[in-house]
């Protein structure tokens, strides 16, 4: 059974750093790629980063390029988002999921995404 579980999250204030944790369980993780999402209350999930299979190839939402670094450990079946220089608008809850991959590179696509983790949340306030 797919599985994918988020952590990492939690309160921080702004200008500081968190990194969310995507560990998979119950498929190849090394043949999908995996995307990280935000929705904040009131509007729609939005795409943050993304990795493809093997960790060639990554991509980025603008508004979050420059601070935030996605990277992945297949052994450990684990994605990472490092989240640095965090502003008061990165507070959502975070998804990380996974897409079959069939091209060497990854997209900001919900649709693209067949499985999802539960989320965790991340507030950023002072």
């Known amino acids: 059974q797919l599985q994918l579980v988020e952590s990492g999250g939690g309160l921080v204030q702004p200008g500081g750093s968190l990194r969310l944790s995507c560990q998979a369980s119950?498929?190849?993780?090394?043949?999908?790629?995996i995307g990280w999402f935000r929705q904040a209350p009131g509007k729609e999930r939005e795409g943050v980063s993304c990795i493809s299979d093997s960790g060639g190839s990554t991509n980025y939402a603008g508004s979050v390029k420059g601070r935030f670094t996605i990277s992945r450990d297949n052994a450990k079946k684990t994605v990472y988002l490092q989240m640095n220089s965090l502003k008061p608008e990165d507070t959502a809850v975070y998804y990380c999921?996974?897409?079959?991959?069939?091209?060497?590179?990854?997209?900001?696509?919900?649709?693209?995404?067949?499985?999802w983790g539960q989320g965790t949340q991340v507030t950023v306030s002072s």
């Open positions: 119950g498929f190849t993780f090394d043949s999908y790629n």
């Open positions: 999921a996974a897409d079959l991959a069939f091209l060497k590179i990854c997209r900001l696509s919900l649709a693209d995404y067949e499985n």
